[in-house]
């Protein structure tokens, strides 16, 4: 399982825009200051020593992780979210400290972030070669068991667990209240602003700064046409793979996830104004995007006892405009670059995983097959293993973390 990933095909180029990117501020004016965990040097020392360094790293953002028993699902995931470049630097620079939120009963106590902070700046420390992630793996499966064993995972649900924990972990809200949403007659300018605040109201984060954006869900009854409209909040794109094909674009996926649903037979819709199941359309579009986009490709599909993989290659690009998707009134400004893959390589069995990280010092791509770091050609990035595609439109200095 752990063998290294055949290598892929040529791709087109990767060339992010030079254009300057919106910073997010995060407001703290207002917040009461919380107590900084004290680490004392024999402390740090033993957790330092915990991770099993090996000297000789190629730079910063440029060390390895360790496979500790079919955990390349983990450690592929670490790097993309560690290639982050304005969320490491919240936590290098200490700023998560301030918003630990150590007693929200949805959280884990700060545990979860306190432990991928002191990761993430193990990576950046540019000391390493490699090291092992035993402390962050341990506490991530005492919160989630089916992550504390040997047995390969999916990186997906690796990803959609860390985000929730440390959404959770460094929830600004300290109490939150129950908050009923009713939309009638309203125009959905106005909906989609209050409910936006409303989920604001109980998610407060860097997770929701950064990665969350917002759906309209529109259902109508195919008797009577009421029209049912929500909003609610997302951080990942799940875009579906055309069956039958074997090459297909980014952008056709994101135009069959925006596509409308037929409700019928056993998903018959319980319409409002006719009090019985009927015949409905539903679509889901995207109402606004946030700063750093996340695609999940399904590649793995599940019906009944029938199961697959899919291998669709799917034609990305460095530079991808969102604009034309978006149906609120907020438009991206810009487009968005990619910085960061996850690759599955295998089948529904079993296969490894590696990741493909933009590195914002050397301006390069560098592939994280677990412990190894090498370099990879930007025309080589895209393959049909590609499996999560991390974009951002956020300008980020590096620099200003080596100081």
């Not at 993309?80 to 009963?105: E, H, M, R, W």
């Amino acid at each position: 399982p752990n063998a290294p990933p055949n290598a892929p095909p040529n791709a087109p180029p990767n060339a992010p825009p030079n254009a300057e990117k919106p910073q997010p501020t995060f407001d703290r004016s207002t917040k009461p200051r919380r107590r900084q965990p004290i680490m004392t040097a024999e402390q740090h020392r033993r957790r330092v020593e915990a991770l099993q360094p090996v000297f000789g790293a190629l730079g910063p953002a440029l060390t390895g992780l360790k496979n500790l028993g079919n955990t390349c699902f983990m450690n592929s995931t670490l790097q993309c979210l560690s290639s982050t470049g304005v969320l490491a630097g919240y936590f290098i620079k200490g700023l998560y400290v301030q918003d630990i939120n150590y007693t929200n009963p949805f959280g884990m106590g700060g545990e979860i972030a306190e432990q991928f902070g002191f990761l993430v700046k193990s990576l950046w420390s540019g000391q390493y070669k490699h090291i092992a992630p035993r402390e962050f793996k341990s506490t991530i499966g005492r919160f989630a068991q089916q992550f504390s064993g040997t047995s390969q995972q999916d990186s997906q649900e690796f990803l959609a667990f860390l985000m929730d924990g440390l959404h959770e972990d460094l929830n600004r809200v300290e109490k939150r209240e129950y908050i009923e949403e009713e939309f009638v007659e309203v125009p959905d300018k106005e909906a989609a602003e209050k409910s936006w605040r409303n989920h604001k109201k109980r998610n407060d984060s860097i997770i929701v700064d950064l990665f969350q954006g917002q759906f309209r869900s529109t259902i109508t009854c195919q008797a009577c046409g009421y029209r049912s409209v929500t909003f609610d909040a997302f951080m990942y794109l799940s875009v579906p793979l055309p069956p039958g094909s074997s090459r297909c674009s980014l952008e056709n996926c994101i135009r069959m996830f925006t596509k409308e649903d037929f409700l019928t037979g056993d998903n018959k819709w319980v319409c409002v104004k006719c009090k019985q199941p009927r015949d409905a359309c539903k679509r889901i579009e995207i109402w606004k995007l946030p700063p750093i986009l996340l695609i999940h490709l399904k590649r793995f599909s599940f019906e009944g006892m029938w199961r697959e993989k899919r291998q669709n290659l799917v034609d990305f690009k460095g530079v991808l405009d969102m604009s034309s998707y978006v149906i609120g009134g907020a438009k991206p400004s810009q487009p968005y670059s990619l910085y960061a893959i996850s690759n599955h390589y295998g089948n529904i069995a079993g296969g490894h995983y590696t990741a493909y990280c933009l590195n914002p010092f050397k301006n390069k791509f560098y592939c994280f097959d677990d412990h190894e770091v090498r370099t990879v050609e930007s025309n080589a990035i895209m393959s049909s293993a590609a499996y999560l595609l991390f974009y951002t439109t956020v300008e980020f200095t590096p620099q200003s973390l080596l100081h």
